[in-house]
């Protein structure tokens, strides 16, 4: 395996420009990601500051006690537990089967930017996952793509879930999850590698009983050499260690969304749009209704001093609100905004490993920490992988394509040069003079008969349309013909878009690890992770 390091435009041009760290950009930011003295100034403001350490660390071993761990897991709780370290941390949705690679790419950020500044900085730094537990939106968790026959083919889980309960909430049928993952497996194919992957499969679903568990059983399965560390956000216990951060943020839910709103402002006169959804009465909570398995989004009326549901169907003076985070903390849960200062509160962080949309809301949220005497810790943009196979690196080879133009603009421009190259133009030409006669003759036609036939005028362009039609028809079967000759080239075509561009998106955004696992072994992750990471901003092209 190596690393071959491209410059790529990332998915927003905020993103872009960030990780260039244009320095109209930067302003919304308290530190820069690129800077050793930033990660300096970042660890003696967290000096300055108290953790609950012993209650996070117990919480955290607790809740991955039922998971695969190892002496590496052992010592990063340890490691947490010190007054003087920090984690690297960063999160995503609890997807089914890890979701889309950029999942995996992200915890592999996390893991290796840990590394690195463990080393340059001589302290504590652990790697922390943070699972997305208490979000509620299935649809986007419940589904990977897969190549079926030669054609990317969405495969949803087969269990519905008609209410908008937190995905921790979520319950797997066993019996229904291992049937469907045997038939994933089976359309992969057998390899040498295919009865340990079943195997693991098996063991994670027989030990879940949700969502959250299937995901985080396999992430420590393929990452607990590392050290890494897990948490589900939509966990109960973890709520009863934020019970104070709620406080706070009832008692400044007008102050967060003005805040928000006015660091918006700053932002869209540089012309950027908004990326979070905020209106001047968010509360930026979520009431969890237990009973109907849903999460409401609050509104904070300033004239009433109360919190309602948009729908109306709950609502709450601010004591009441405030006994609810006192008492029951469980039934309250962050929003976008209210996320990251919980993270920030309960953990020392470094640093934040982000994905592009993740680092267009975080500067939207610089003043919403400032309220609270803190920093945003520094973003760092995740690293955007792509897995280049032999196979498909011969294919670009072949048909003399550029990778950089390929996984930025896909092959439909090559294909088309390539057709044209190969289609025989007289042929091309002599079908446009056809049809140019055709309707010549028939505007002839038309022309003569307007007086005397005009009734038939009608019946005279469907007779022109259906000639033109069986003309098309022609065309169209000499074109499949051309490509019939030319399937093997025209194959290489589709194989390099697959695998690198599928359906116009990028790699890593719709494919699953479970491919690579099956064909290259379990290891497959360890090999990557030994590999050489630098986060220069680069899009990483790793050469398998």
């Known amino acids: 395996m190596e690393i071959l390091d491209l410059f790529l435009p990332a998915t927003n041009r905020f993103a872009t420009e960030y990780t260039a760290q244009n320095l109209n950009i930067q302003q919304h930011f308290h530190y820069s990601y690129q800077s050793l003295g930033d990660y300096q100034r970042r660890l003696n403001e967290l000096n300055n500051r108290t953790f609950m350490r012993n209650e996070l660390v117990d919480h955290i071993a607790e809740f991955m006690n039922r998971y695969p761990s190892s002496d590496h897991v052992i010592k990063s709780l340890d490691k947490l537990r010190q007054d003087n370290s920090v984690v690297v941390i960063g999160g995503q949705q609890a997807g089914i089967l890890t979701g889309p690679l950029y999942t995996i790419h992200k915890i592999i950020s996390i893991v290796h930017f840990a590394k690195q500044k463990e080393l340059e900085l001589k302290v504590p730094v652990i790697p922390v996952f943070w699972i997305a537990g208490e979000d509620h939106d299935y649809d986007e968790v419940n589904h990977i793509f897969m190549d079926k026959r030669n054609k990317l083919e969405k495969w949803t889980y087969p269990e519905r879930v008609f209410d908008k309960r937190m995905v921790s909430d979520i319950s797997i049928n066993k019996e229904i999850a291992l049937s469907w993952v045997k038939e994933i497996i089976e359309t992969l194919g057998e390899t040498e590698h295919t009865k340990n992957l079943v195997h693991m499969l098996e063991t994670a679903i027989k030990g879940s009983d949700t969502f959250v568990d299937f995901f985080a059983f396999v992430v420590m399965e393929l990452f607990k050499d590392e050290g890494l560390l897990i948490i589900d956000s939509g966990n109960k216990q973890l709520r009863k260690l934020e019970k104070d951060i709620f406080i706070r943020q009832i008692d400044h839910a007008s102050q967060i969304t003005s805040e928000v709103k006015s660091q918006q402002e700053a932002l869209h006169k540089e012309d950027f749009p908004r990326t979070i959804d905020i209106t001047n009465q968010a509360a930026n909570l979520f009431y969890y209704d237990e009973v109907n398995h849903e999460r409401v989004l609050l509104e904070f009326s300033q004239d009433t001093e109360s919190f309602s549901g948009k729908n109306g169907s709950i609502s709450f003076t601010k004591a009441e609100l405030l006994e609810i985070a006192s008492e029951t903390p469980e039934k309250l849960s962050n929003n976008v905004v209210t996320r990251p200062l919980s993270q920030e ?127 098309g028809f022609m065309e169209g079967k000499f074109e499949e013909a051309l490509k019939l000759k030319h399937t093997v080239v025209l194959e290489k075509f589709d194989r390099i878009d697959r695998s690198l561009k599928p359906a116009g998106a990028p790699q890593e955004r719709m494919w699953n690890v479970l491919y690579y696992l099956n064909k290259y072994g379990l290891d497959f992750l360890n090999e990557i992770l030994k590999l050489n990471w630098e986060f220069n901003g680069s899009h990483k092209v790793v050469k398998l």
Do not use: C
Not at 375 to 394: C, F, G
Not at 410 to 434: A, H, M, P
């Open 345 to 471: 509160w309960l953990f020392p962080t470094l640093a934040f490993i982000a994905g592009p949309g993740e680092i267009s809301y975080w500067a939207e949220l610089k003043k919403s920490f400032e309220l609270f005497g803190m920093k945003m810790p520094p973003i760092v943009p995740r690293m955007n992988i792509t897995l280049l196979e032999r196979n498909i690196e011969s294919d670009l080879q072949d048909l003399e394509l550029d990778l950089q133009d390929v996984l930025v603009n896909g092959t439909k421009k090559s294909i088309n040069e390539f057709l044209g190259s190969v289609r025989d133009q007289d042929l091309n030409i002599l079908f446009t003079r056809t049809k140019e006669q055709l309707l010549s003759i028939y505007g002839e036609i038309e022309e003569k008969s307007t007086d005397q036939y005009r009734g038939l005028l009608p019946l005279l362009k469907k007779n022109e349309a259906l000639l033109l039609k069986q003309i």
